[in-house]
Antibody, heavy 119, light 106 residues
Framework: QVQLQESGPGLVKPSETLSLTCAVS?????????WGWIRQPPGKGLEWIAS???????HYNPSLKSRVTISMDTSRNQFSLRVSSVTAADTAVYFC????????????WGQGTLVTVSS | SYDLTQPPSVSVSPGQTASITCSGD??????ASWYQQKPGQSPVLVIYHDNKRPSGIPERFSGSKSGNTATLTISGTQAMDEAEYHC?????????FGGGTKVTVL
């Protein structure tokens, strides 16, 4: 059974870059599936950020694309997210998740990690 | 941008049926998925491909779609079903979520 675990700093200063990693166990990310990031500001709904396939193919939320980079490290079986020039509006719980290849739903999620943007 | 609209809240008595709607332009041509999220937890997939239930999800959860509106139905609602429910679809390689519906079991 696949398990996903997010990690990264819980506090980031405004204008700096937020970096998160999702470690995957129970499945080799190089074998398939899309892998993605979704966030949820406190008290608000879910917002998809980006997804990446093992081939390196990526998709980004147009509203965040200019500040976001998703990448994959198959040797460590993990994928990562970077969000640059963060503001208080980027404060959220960040989830990593798995998306079956060619399909339209997220079937496994990490527990989420809270990132606060504050000086 | 593509939007999915859900009611902010739905109330239901134990044992009764709760229905949560999700509306969006051309949703009739897209697959809808539904997620259950309890406070402090990550979302759990309860319905995909409009009406398919993942293994381990109770039969009281069902999905349907009519025109551009998808509906999640919880039959014989239990106290443990109190949660936020999110619908989701894809538009041009972009995943879109609805605003979420808080289901309260009174």
């Amino acid at each position: 059974q696949v398990q996903l675990q997010e990690s990264g700093p819980g506090l980031v200063k405004p204008s700096e870059t937020l970096s998160l990693t999702c470690a995957v166990s129970g499945y080799s990310i190089s074998s398939g599936y899309y892998w993605g990031w979704i966030r949820q500001p406190p008290g608000k709904g879910l917002e998809w950020i980006a997804s990446i396939y093992h081939s390196g193919n990526t998709h980004y939320n147009p509203s965040l694309k200019s500040r976001v980079t998703i990448s994959m490290d198959t040797s460590r079986n993990q994928f990562s997210l970077r969000v640059s020039s963060v503001t208080a509006a980027d404060t959220a719980v960040y989830f990593c998740a798995r998306l079956p290849t060619g399909d339209y739903y997220f079937d496994s999620w990490g527990q989420g990690t809270l990132v606060t943007v504050s000086s | 941008s593509y939007d999915l609209t859900q009611p902010p809240s739905v109330s239901v008595s134990p044992g009764q049926t709760a229905s949560i709607t999700c509306s969006g332009d051309t949703l009739g041509n897209r697959y809808a998925s539904w997620y259950q999220q309890k406070p402090g937890q990550s979302p759990v997939l309860v319905i995909y491909h409009d009406n398919k239930r993942p293994s381990g999800i109770p039969e009281r959860f069902s999905g349907s779609k009519s025109g551009n509106t998808a509906t999640l139905t919880i039959s014989g609602t239990q106290a443990m079903d109190e949660a936020e429910y999110h619908c989701q679809a894809w538009d041009s390689s972009t995943a879109v979520f609805g605003g979420g519906t808080k289901v309260t079991v009174l």
